[in-house]
C-alpha cells in the first residue's frame, strides 16, 4: 500500500492548517488521486491491522438500503453510533440514497448492474449518493436533522463511476473485459476513514465485476478535502515508520450472482498479516 503511504506523506509536506467542523483542527490539501489494481491484491492497509468484518457489514448495510445502525450493531459493527439518534437512525445517507434516490424509488444500483450487462461502453454509468434535498442544517444537532427528515452526515463518499475496458491484449483468448470504479470523495479523514474506505469500494468493484462476469479492474480514489486530524498526528508518523507488507487477497464465493445476494459468509480475507492496530480518536 505504497499509494496510501504516499498519500501520508503527500499530505505532512503539503497540506495547510484548516480548521473543521469537529473543532478538531486539520493538515489538509484539496485534490488527490490513488490508483489500485486490484489483480495485484486486495488493498488493505498493511502497516496497522484493520476489521474486515466492519468493511463488509458496513457494505451490506449500504447494499440493504438500510439507515438504521441496528443491523450493524448487532453485528458488532461500531463505527457509526456516534451519528444516530436515539432509535438508531441516520437519516436518508447512502443506502437509502443508492437504492431509492430521495425518496421516488430510483434504484441506483439495479440501474447500474442493468447497464453494465447490457451497455458496457456507456460513459453514464454514476451512482450519487450527494442529495442536496437532504443536506443538514449545521446549526442543528444530528438528531434534530434526522427528525426532519434530513442526512446526520452528509455523504462523504459521494458518488462514484464505473468503466469497462477490453482485456489486455496479452491475457489469452478467454480473458473477460475489465471493470474499473472511480470514487469521489468530498471529505477524507486520512487516518480512520480512508482505509475502511479503500477497502470498501475495491470489495464493491470486485463484487459487481462477479455478477456482471468482468475481471476486478482498477480502483481509482479521487479526493476532495483530504485531512490528517491533528489529534492523528503521532498514529501517523508511526505508520510510516513501519514497512508496508505483501498485500492479502480476498476470495468471494462465486456461486453469488446477484448483488443484493451476498452474505457476510461469503467473504474470507486471505494471507493478511498486518502489523498492529493504532488507536486514534475519531472526531464528531
Ligand atoms: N471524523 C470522521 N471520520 C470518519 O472516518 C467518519 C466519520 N467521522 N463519520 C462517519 C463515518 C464513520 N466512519 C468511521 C468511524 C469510526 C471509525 C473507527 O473508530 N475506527 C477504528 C475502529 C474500527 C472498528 O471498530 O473496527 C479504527 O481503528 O479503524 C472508522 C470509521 C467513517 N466516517
Ligand atoms: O466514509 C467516510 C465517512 C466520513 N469520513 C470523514 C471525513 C471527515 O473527516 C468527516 C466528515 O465530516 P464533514 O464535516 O461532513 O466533512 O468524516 C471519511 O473519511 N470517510
Known amino acids: 500500500m505504497k499509494q496510501y503511504h504516499d498519500l501520508i506523506k503527500h499530505v505532512l509536506e503539503n497540506g495547510v492548517q484548516k480548521g473543521d467542523r ?23 492497509v498493511t502497516t496497522k491491522k484493520l476489521h474486515l468484518k466492519s468493511i463488509v457489514h458496513e ?12 443491523y450493524l450493531q448487532k453485528n458488532g459493527v461500531n ?25 421516488e424509488e430510483i434504484d441506483q444500483i439495479s440501474e447500474i448492474v442493468k447497464t453494465l450487462k447490457t451497455n458496457p461502453n456507456s460513459r453514464r454509468m454514476l451512482v450519487s449518493a450527494w442529495n442536496p434535498s437532504v443536506l443538514p442544517d449545521t446549526s442543528k444537532t444530528f438528531s434534530e436533522n434526522v427528525a426532519e427528515g434530513k442526512a446526520a452526515l452528509p455523504p462523504c463518499h459521494a458518488f462514484f463511476q464505473f468503466y469497462v475496458s477490453p482485456p489486455p491484449e496479452d491475457a489469452g483468448e478467454n480473458a473477460k473485459p475489465r471493470l474499473s470504479l472511480q470514487l469521489y470523495q468530498r471529505s477524507a479523514d486520512i487516518f480512520l476513514g480512508v482505509p475502511f474506505n479503500i477497502a470498501s469500494y475495491a470489495l464493491f468493484n470486485m463484487m459487481i465485476a462477479q455478477v456482471c462476469d468482468y475481471e476486478p479492474g482498477d480502483f481509482i480514489h479521487t479526493f476532495g ?33 446477484d448483488i443484493f445476494g451476498f452474505k457476510f459468509e461469503d467473504f474470507s480475507l486471505e494471507n493478511y498479516d498486518p502489523h498492529p492496530h493504532i488507536k486514534g480518536k475519531v472526531a464528531v
Do not use: C
Open 22 to 44: 469537529t473543532g478538531t483542527g486539520t493538515k489538509s490539501v484539496f485534490g488527490y488521486q490513488m490508483r489500485f489494481d486490484l489483480s495485484e491484491g486486495f488493498p488493505m
Open 59 to 70: 457494505l451490506l448495510w449500504f447494499l440493504n438500503g438500510d439507515t438504521n445502525i441496528e
Open 225 to 257: 478535502d483530504a485531512h490528517i486530524y491533528n489529534n492523528h498526528l503521532e498514529q501517523v508518523e508511526l505508520q510510516l515508520s513501519r514497512e508496508p507488507r505483501k498485500l492479502p487477497t480476498i476470495k468471494i464465493n462465486p456461486e453469488v450472482k
Open 79 to 103: 463505527i457509526w453510533n456516534s451519528w444516530a439518534d436515539e432509535k438508531g437512525d441516520l437519516g436518508p445517507v447512502y443506502g437509502h440514497q443508492w437504492r431509492n434516490w430521495n425518496n
